[in-house]
């Protein structure tokens, strides 16, 4: 397979070596999910025997005979695309700071549109469902934002301006350590003010309870606004509009939270080939159905 993606050499040897063959990437797949070896889901014996009759081996635990397979559990569960392939969009988009579209990866690993596109919002998926467990913390600050259209004078919302609230723990300097951008629901705007019930939604969800150094600016033009979290949000856009020719609201939240993940990892020196790796195994795996679904809402 060839890496059409010419700007990225930060790939090592080793990465491209994996993705040369399936059986590698069987093998990386098992220390990821099983890193100190086998243990079998029902009564955690830690030997298996081998079955490689399929595509994709089967392990029969020696104890109670459960048979799992490589992929269950993992996000590749139930795909139809080679190990090789998972790998190579990995590597791709790990290793492509400015992102990847799914029209770009279906030709760099032989795949449809639609596989691609469905790889990346998997890979996206996973990075929001670790957020969602990671609240924000210490001295937190959040401010209502804007997608969409840069600049509009009339009062009332424009169709294409999404209302988002950003917040983020920052430190003592007031530099972000871990930022969110959210999407308001409609449900939680009036016009393109965000009521109080979306402030709270947004603390409820993403703000530690015990958190006794808060401030939320909701008002556009407060002079209190934190000028350097709307920065985040100004670059976000910047990176939505040049990587993907602008989203609409339904898919928003995704790419949002790809930008998020991939910021908050630069800002932790975090390898996000790594870091998705283990997301990979230990996010539950999601379907195409429930992905169409919950896009808006995650
Ligand atoms: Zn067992």
């Known amino acids: 397979m060839e890496l059409v993606e010419a700007q990225i050499q930060t790939i090592s040897k080793e990465q491209l070596q994996l993705i040369s063959s399936e059986q590698q990437c069987m093998e990386a797949l098992f220390s990821a999910k099983w890193p100190d070896g086998f243990r079998c889901a029902r009564c955690n014996h830690s030997h298996a025997y081998k079955i490689t009759t399929r595509r994709l081996p089967l392990f029969e635990c020696s104890s109670c005979h459960y048979q799992e397979s490589l992929t269950k559990g993992t996000l590749m569960e139930g795909s139809r695309s080679d190990l090789r392939k998972w790998y190579h969009a990995l590597l791709l988009f790990s290793h492509n700071p400015t992102g990847i579209t799914a029209l770009q990866l279906s030709a760099a690993i032989g795949v449809t549109y639609k596989t691609a596109w469905l790889i990346l919002h998997k890979f996206r998926y996973c990075m929001g469902e670790a957020d969602a467990n990671t609240?924000?913390?210490?001295?937190?600050?959040?401010?209502?934002?804007?997608?969409?259209?840069?600049?509009?004078?009339?009062?009332?919302?424009?169709?294409?301006?999404?209302?988002?609230?950003?917040?983020?723990?920052?430190?003592?300097?007031?530099?972000?350590?871990?930022?969110?951008?959210?999407?308001?629901?409609?449900?939680?705007?009036?016009?393109?003010?965000?009521?109080?019930?979306?402030?709270?939604?947004?603390?409820?969800?993403?703000?530690?309870?015990?958190?006794?150094?808060?401030?939320?600016?909701?008002?556009?033009?407060?002079?209190?606004?934190?000028h350097r979290l709307l920065n985040v949000v100004k670059k976000a856009g910047q990176w939505i509009n040049t990587t993907f020719h602008g989203i609409g609201p339904k898919y928003l939240q995704a790419y949002l939270n790809e930008y998020c993940s991939r910021l908050n990892l630069a800002i932790h020196g975090t390898s996000v080939f790594r870091y998705l790796i283990r997301l990979c195994v230990t996010i539950a795996p999601v379907t195409y159905a429930s992905l169409l679904r919950s896009a808006s809402r995650s």
């Open 135 to 226: 609240m924000l913390s210490g001295i937190v600050r959040v401010n209502c934002a804007m997608y969409g259209k840069p600049y509009n004078p009339s009062m009332e919302r424009h169709p294409q301006e999404q209302p988002l609230l950003i917040g983020a723990s920052v430190n003592d300097e007031g530099d972000p350590v871990y930022v969110k951008i959210k999407q308001v629901f409609q449900e939680h705007l009036l016009g393109r003010t965000i009521r109080p019930i979306g402030t709270r939604h947004f603390s409820d969800c993403h703000i530690e309870p015990d958190t006794d150094d808060l401030e939320s600016v909701t008002a556009r033009y407060s002079s209190r606004r934190f």
